[in-house]
């Protein structure tokens, strides 16, 4: 058998390497969830271009599609190279509280943990697992603990575009200005809710979890099927005692 001759990089596949790794420093840097779309304008390729390289990074596993086609997120040897293990660090006796409280609850309970900017699904129910956890991560204006997260910036415009707004169900908020009346009852009721925005068949409830200088580190979201957010909003004030012992541990 004569050996393969290496000629090394020739024609266009140097601009094809640059191409796919600026694709995956944009999926890293948005966030899970960005579609084909968001990446070809952020990069100005051309969307076939763009499709044939997202569909070759998937391929070899470096992206991974998210369910119903929400888009594109990390996949495990992005990880790899970055050195991420996909967990959060979450002390112990942090998970033996959610721990409690699940056990005293018939509903799903996470532990999403929260910057200025992004959240992290750090600790899911194993009992009741949430659907896609990137799309909770990536759609703020969706998801409660997003709006939380959202409610406590001056203008929400800061973290969330308003073209962001995508529409994930038919009760997904998407206007900039429903978005806001959200935000503002959010901030007056001390706790957010979502019927059906995210999935159309989940509703939750997100309550603050505070550090000891009253900066807002995680959320403890409540999941219940269905699309009426009084189920889950009805375990908020009974979890605010939980969330008051969290905040020093995780603040």
Same mark, same amino acid.
């Given at each position: ?10 024609? *266009?596949?140097? #601009? ?7 694709? @995956?420093? &944009? ?7 960005? !579609? ?9 390729? =051309? =969307?076939?271009? &763009?499709?044939? @390289? ?22 495990? #040897? ?25 056990? *005293? ?5 996470? @532990? ?7 959240? /992290? ?16 991560? *990536?759609?703020? /204006?969706?998801?409660?603990?997003? #709006? ?17 707004? /995508?529409?994930?169900?038919?009760? !997904? ?12 009852? !959010? ?35 409540? &999941? ?13 004030? =009974? ?8 905040? =020093? @541990?995780?603040?």
């Amino acid at each position: 058998m004569t050996p393969a001759i290496d000629r090394g990089l020739t024609g *266009r596949q140097p #601009k094809a390497v640059q191409s796919a790794l600026a694709i @995956l420093e &944009t999926v890293a840097r948005v966030g899970a969830g960005v !579609t084909a779309k968001e990446v070809a304008e952020e990069l100005g390729l =051309p =969307p076939a271009t &763009t499709y044939r @390289l997202l569909n070759l990074l998937v391929g070899e596993e470096y992206l991974v599609r998210l369910p119903d086609l929400h888009g594109f997120a990390l996949g495990r #040897k992005a990880a790899r190279l970055t050195g991420a293990t996909g967990a959060a660090p979450v002390c112990t006796a942090a998970r033996e509280v959610v721990a409690d409280l699940r056990g *005293r609850v018939r509903c799903g309970v996470h @532990l999403v943990l929260c910057t200025p900017s992004t959240l /992290h699904c750090a600790d899911v129910d194993p009992d009741h697992p949430l659907q896609a956890p990137e799309l909770v991560e *990536r759609h703020l /204006h969706a998801s409660a603990p997003g #709006k939380l997260l959202l409610a406590e910036q001056d203008d929400w415009q800061d973290v969330l575009g308003p073209t962001r707004l /995508h529409r994930l169900t038919d009760r !997904t908020v998407v206007r900039p200005a429903d978005l806001d009346g959200e935000l503002g009852e !959010t901030r007056r009721r001390g706790w957010a809710v979502q019927g059906g925005q995210v999935h159309a068949d989940l509703s939750c409830a997100a309550v603050p979890v505070r550090s000891p200088a009253g900066a807002l580190v995680a959320a403890l979201v409540f &999941t219940v099927r269905g699309v009426d957010p009084a189920a889950p909003a009805a375990h908020a004030v =009974p979890a605010a005692d939980f969330a008051r012992r969290l905040g =020093p @541990l995780l603040g």
